[in-house]
């Protein structure tokens, strides 16, 4: 059984920096990638960014050049550094983990970007 816990997200005003956690435990076995998704009010689930288990990355257009996913693959821990964060940037952030037989998720964390 693998549980995914997050951290990290909150209420930063726009042009502010957060940096999300989340933590793998359990038995990860043929671990494919590790991610980030977020799914704002009304609107569907979407990839933020992705770092495979050879550590190439992925990135949605939206966060290029202001978002960097990172892993400590001894720690299975995996982050995301968001800077100069947008009020479209709110949204819940869900940590995934994909292995070669199943899609592991997070409970979700909040972010808000307001003034």
């Known amino acids: 059984q693998v549980q995914l816990v997050e951290s990290g997200g909150g209420l930063v005003q726009p042009g502010g920096s957060l940096r999300l956690s989340c933590a793998a435990s359990g038995n990860i076995v043929s671990l494919v990638a590790m991610g980030w998704y977020r799914q704002a009010p009304g609107k569907q689930r979407e990839l933020v960014a992705s770092?495979?288990?050879?550590?190439?990355?992925n990135y949605a257009d939206s966060v290029k050049g202001r978002f960097t996913i990172s892993r400590d693959s001894a720690k299975n821990t995996v982050y995301l550094q968001m800077n100069s964060l947008k009020p479209e940037d709110t949204a819940v952030y869900f940590c995934?983990?994909?292995?070669?037989?199943?899609?592991?998720w997070g409970q979700g964390t909040q972010v808000t970007v307001a003034s």
């Open positions: 770092i495979t288990s050879y550590d190439i990355t």
């Open positions: 995934n983990v994909r292995t070669t037989f199943n899609d592991y």
